[in-house]
DNA sequence: TGTGAAATTTCAAGTCT
DNA sequence: AGACTTGAAATTTCACA
């Protein structure tokens, strides 16, 4: 159920044309995106459909403008711990995933052992995040970087 | 155009339900997502357009795979430079939004200056992505971390 | 504002070239 | 395989409470 999934799914250049259209936009109608491939409505949407089914496309989201919201901070926080047993990963990976302010979590190569993203309203927030994530888990050093500027984001792939 | 645009948009607890919603599937009929909010398919209507419209939410994206298109590698890249001058910011920001491999880049406070998030085939494609960078503009340190396992994806914010 | 129903589009399949 | 046709379901609009 974890990493290192093999898909190998041959994606040919419709397909991926296709794709570059969804994630342009995902409330296109087929007529649009078909003529935007250069194609016509049933080929298109058969290989949706096949898109979908192999998963190599979820579900489409919205993207919500985080400021509109009230979550104004942006941390990155570089986590380094002396655990490595298999207990402790379990109960730190399920606190990362309950914890909806991580926005992503990675396990690393190198002395930095796992990085997170975090979204919060202010400072403060961060702070209360923080205090709980250590008290639920040890971690042997941690370092925060605040978010200035979002130079660039987006989910969008270069297919 | 850029940083720190103030976003107000009042919203509601019905605005943030159907949000929620919209990010759980944005493919949902609006009977669904009406059913789901408690409210009628009208309302829910308008208040989407009404966010639409404020830059509230974007337009709706799939979410991609990236294994399945052979994106099998993830590195997050700190950056430190000692170069501040708007003239070098301006030709480094231009060089990340350019590059369809970066997927994230934030300017930090404090000792390291950028992050990136940027995803290739495999680490050779990395090198050539970071020989490209740093023919481009000068840096003083570049740190990539690689990501071994992704313990959490995704762009659904707490609303 | 929210409700309910009408008209236009779009989806999703089946069939045929 | 891709193009036409068709029934069902969705979106968007409009008049009313």
Redesign the pocket.
Known sequence: MTAQTRKPARLDELDRNILRALQADAGQ???EIARQVG?????V??RI?KMREAGVMGPSTVVVDPQAIGLDACFFVLIRTSEHEAEWQRTFLAALRARPEVQEAHRLAGEIDYILKVRVADARAYDVFYQALISEVRVFNVTALLSMEEIKTGTALPV
Chains 1, 2 share one sequence.
Do not use: E, I, V
Request: glycine share 0%; net charge positive; proline share 9%.
């Open positions: 109608s087929l007529d194609s016509s409505k049933t080929p949407w058969n459909r």
